[in-house]
């Protein structure tokens, strides 16, 4: 059994005052060169650091049940010579637009937002709002607003003007699932050492279908398959190795009814099963290779880290390593329920593990990494599907607290001792991202480079986006904004400036 913090998160850490005041709605759109700027931003740092996250909390002032239930609201950060122009926009789905004019909740929510009026008024309506609130990427000269659960939104890289559903050449049908956690494939030999984009978007209900696609840098389509495999799946991420995608298929049962007759919202409808197993998919690129499934203990899953093979995974001694942030339960808020509320020392806490699987003996074997609470891991570009060294993970203030809002940036060395920096106590952080100092040198150390965050800073009800040095972890500049971002969720680093003279 594994050893749990026990600690309670104590009043003098955080304000939870503070912590709420970083979920109100943003409702300005702004576009401007920040020149508050705290330390110096490296004049080699160039390009742009796109982020998503729900930027509504309310419409009218009926709040949602869930923050990720907001619309999504898109961040950039273009950073040329030294300088940044910052702009936030959101994305106009039609759901969006619809609640602005209306002033009022006209749809359900996944994680339980329900239309006034109880349940009569919720109940037989299965629409669901794209959301577009999870994820975005830049790929093939386009620039895409992800949510799992439907097509991306297409927008403009330099004024995040919304171009509208994006159905990636007619590959995708209106509605249809794309998840908002592709990987960016580094390149290897099966690519001809070329980056490519990979995704996957699944239907699920008895059974699953997984649809898997593999983009080539200029946006064409490289491969695609799909995969059938049984059961409810709910597939948040998944990771990438050189010859195998890898899923982990939750202990989680599905119960519609509630959702149907509109007592509870879909993710509510989630049963976790403590008893049951998590399965792990392993799914090999090569399409006409068979699926293999593993089980491991129970565990709920939202992120992955990392994957990679030992040598010769297909040979006899050869193992597939997953690091992935595990959950004891899932965790959600039920009906009559507030977040805002949380008791975080109540909450499950989100731990590093490392997960290895014998391919040839069909066993896995689990061992942790970091116990401490933690969440949005991100590691070297260059490192997807291979060996890390090093993750970059926002995490609570101790190591040894139960729960807390994340305010601290861990990074684990795998093979030493983890660093750590804090924005405690009146910042909280949101995803790290890694971004290498030179990512054309093959010879630069994994830790060359930067982590980019952006925190809310409760002392100035505002939010700064922190660079921080990735091999000590220092502060280098603080790109301080006029306004504040409510807490996002991922984001990703292009090298593109998109024509932005300083
Ligand atoms: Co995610």
Known sequence: ????????????????????????TQSEEASYWVDDITGQIPPELSGTLFRNGPGTMDVGGDRFHHPFDGDGMICAFTFVDGKVFFRNRYVRTPGFIAEQEAGKILYRGVFGTQKPGGFLSNAMDLKLKNIANTGVHYWGEKLMALWEAAEPYGLEPVNLETLG?????????????????????PGSTRTGGKRRFVNFGVKTGLSSAINIYEFEEDGSLATQQTRNVPGFAFLHDFVITENYYVFFQNP?????????????????CLEFDPKGKTQMLVIPRDAAQPVQRFETESCFVFHHANAFETAGAFEQDGKLIVDSICYPSFPSVEPGEDFMETVFEDVPPGQLFRFTADLSQGNVTREEISLRPCEFPSLHPAKVGKDARYYYIGCVIDPNIANAPLQSIIKLDLQGEPKTWTAAPRGFISEPLFVSRNPSDVNAAEDDGWVLCLIYNAARHASDLVILNAQDLQEVARVNLKQHIPYGLHGSFTVETFGITA
Request: proline letters at 10%; zero cysteines; a positive charge.
């Open 1 to 24: 059994m594994i050893s749990t913090p026990s600690k309670p998160a104590t009043s003098e850490a955080f304000s939870r005052e503070d912590w709420r005041r970083g979920y109100q």
């Open 165 to 185: 559903p994006e159905y990636l050449d007619g590959l995708l049908k209106a509605g249809q699932a794309f998840s908002a956690h592709p990987r960016i494939d």
């Open 252 to 268: 989680v049962k599905f119960n519609p009814l509630p959702f149907v007759f509109g007592q509870k919202g879909a993710a509510q």
